[in-house]
């Protein structure tokens, strides 16, 4: 249901766009999330939004760098990523939620999952 793209190999201070696109039926009721998971790190909450954009979180630990957007056109949501650190580095994960208002921080209340698209930092 969820595909991700726009990962790679980038240098301290750079700026990425993820993007995932959701082909299932209920895109425009699902919250969507981003999540991230280094090596040897749990995953991690970074950014979420509601079914209707108006409602966003995003992660003490990337706000003010990262921001997060939805496009219901084109069932796709966006991680907008700017002045990239090294400790950034990781997989970064999709996922959607059904039947909720407010976009949750916890992975376990996400019903499905992208596979997950890489982004390096280097110093």
């Known amino acids: 249901h969820l595909v991700e793209s726009g990962g790679g190999l980038v240098q301290a201070g750079d700026s990425l766009r993820l993007s995932c696109v959701h082909s299932?039926?209920?895109?425009?009721?699902?919250?969507l999330g981003w999540f991230r998971q280094a090596p040897g790190k749990e995953r991690e909450f970074v950014a979420a939004v509601n079914w209707g954009g108006g409602a966003t979180q995003v992660a003490d630990s990337v706000k003010g760098r990262f921001s997060i957007s939805r496009d219901n056109a084109v069932n796709a949501v966006y991680l907008q990523m700017n002045s990239l650190k090294p400790e950034d580095t990781a997989v970064y994960y999709c996922a959607a939620s059904r039947g909720v208002a407010f976009p949750p921080l916890n992975p376990a209340l996400y019903n499905y999952w992208g596979q997950g698209t890489q982004v390096t930092v280097s110093s």
């Open positions: 299932g039926s209920t895109f425009n009721t699902d919250a």
